[in-house]
T-cell receptor, first 115, second 113 residues
Framework: SAVISQKPSRDICQRGTSLTIQCQVDSQVTMMFWYRQQPGQSLTLIATANQGSEATYESGFVIDKFPISRPNLTFSTLTVSNMSPEDSSIYLC????????????FGPGTRLTVL | AQSVTQLGSHVSVSEGALVLLRCNYSSSVPPYLFWYVQYPNQGLQLLLKYTSAATLVKGINGFEAEFKKSETSFHLTKPSAHMSDAAEYFCAVSGEGNNRLAFGKGNQVVVIP
């Protein structure tokens, strides 16, 4: 299984600012995913990030608000731009397993609070 | 598109009693089904998975789930609850040719001593 780390683990930010979340994997992976988990809610997929191509965003999420970088096969960043209190969530990255198809391994998450 | 229904956001179970968490899915293609557990302030950990092999799947920590195509279900069970099972549990589905995971709303399990 892949070992995934995220930085920061948590942050408190002011309205109108931006935060970049980093996701590092201990092995090369083709696909990385970014999810949002709002308080008391389930996980919602934000976008899928393949190395060397633009991220694919799900309905309701746009690149201007959540720009994603994927510079290599072990790293990705998600930026939450122009934050509002509604962006307070846990943001998780995941990678597709090299074993069972469609199985994903998740990072520990970044807990974001926007004041 | 795939979807998952998990009823009962909070589930209370006595220590030593059966844990039963229900998951029903919708998928237009043969599904791949997963149960994940999330302990407080942690990420998601895979409990078990169904990928079209055996319909009864055994996972970690004594959990198992049975895939029933006729009922479009993938319920999670554990014969005897332990205090350490207190966590949130998510059912997820993905389908052939679609690597997106759709998650249910989750069940918060509370274990009563």
């Amino acid at each position: 299984s892949a070992v995934i780390s995220q930085k920061p683990s948590r942050d408190i930010c002011q309205r109108g600012t931006s935060l970049t979340i980093q996701c590092q994997v201990d092995s090369q992976v083709t696909m990385m995913f970014w999810y949002r988990q709002q308080p008391g809610q389930s996980l919602t997929l934000i976008a899928t990030a393949n190395q060397g191509s633009e991220a694919t965003y799900e309905s309701g999420f746009v690149i201007d608000k959540f720009p994603i970088s994927r510079p290599n096969l072990t790293f990705s960043t998600l930026t939450v731009s122009n934050m509002s209190p509604e962006d307070s969530s846990i943001y998780l990255c995941s990678v597709e397993s090299g074993g069972a198809r469609y199985e994903q391994f998740f990072g520990p998450g970044t807990r974001l609070t926007v004041l | 598109a795939q979807s998952v229904t998990q009823l009962g956001s909070h589930v209370s179970v006595s220590e030593g009693a059966l844990v039963l968490l229900r998951c029903n899915y919708s998928s237009s293609v043969p599904p791949y089904l997963f149960w994940y557990v999330q302990y407080p302030n942690q990420g998601l950990q895979l409990l078990l998975k169904y990928t079209s092999a055996a319909t009864l799947v055994k996972g970690i920590n004594g959990f198992e789930a049975e895939f029933k195509k006729s009922e479009t279900s993938f319920h999670l069970t554990k014969p005897s609850a332990h205090m350490s099972d207190a966590a949130e549990y998510f059912c997820a589905v993905s389908g052939e040719g679609n690597n997106r995971l759709a998650f249910g709303k989750g069940n918060q399990v509370v274990v009563i001593p």
